[in-house]
């Protein structure tokens, strides 16, 4: 039995992820996920806040005491778009390092678009249809174009919904021009040159929270 833990260091949240993955299909053994905002000081001033640091290191330390009390083979730790912008990233991933015993992989939105692919694909393939897949984070929004079950291409914005909050909306609720000021980024960075084509989609997928919390 060949059990895996993953580490997801997200702008909004931190997931954790124990699964035995022979024989398929894998088979859940522990989840776990945190809300700490780590791109709340990002996305305002560039930086990680000392209390957002403190949070998200907390949360790791639950989450791998959680992961210690399985015999796993092998584990993955990522981070997105937060630690991206971060010009204090180094500050927080070492002391993550040293809490994990790994070091943390900070990927690409091309990356993290990939492995949002191979999630959707695990746990509702489509490997007869065209897919157009949309992961809205914390701090950037991923556009997946899937073709037969295979990866063909991805766009990653930088509109992610914390990201988008702290930039634009101050009051609540949002004031009229706040809303406007917001709708016009995201249709500037949605009109540049680099588009999917037209072709028919058979099926839209949604996936992150923010798109469950949308549909409740």
Known sequence: MSKYAAVDIGSNSIRMLVAEAYPAPFQELA??????????????????????????????????????????????????????????????????????????EVITGLEEARLIHMGVQLRWPHPKQRLLILDIGGGSAELILSENGVFERAISKPLGAVRLTEMFLKSDPPDPRELARLEKFVEERLSSPQRFSTSKVDRMIATSSTASSATT
């Open 31 to 104: 989840v776990d996920r945190q809300v700490v905002r780590l791109g709340a000081g990002v996305f305002r001033d560039g930086r990680l806040t000392e209390q957002s640091m403190a949070a998200g290191l907390e949360a790791l330390r639950r989450m791998s005491d959680k992961i210690a009390t399985f015999e796993v083979v092998a584990m993955r730790a990522v981070g997105t778009s937060a630690l991206r912008d971060a010009l204090n990233r180094t500050q927080f991933l070492d002391r993550a390092a040293e809490i994990l015993k790994m070091p943390i």
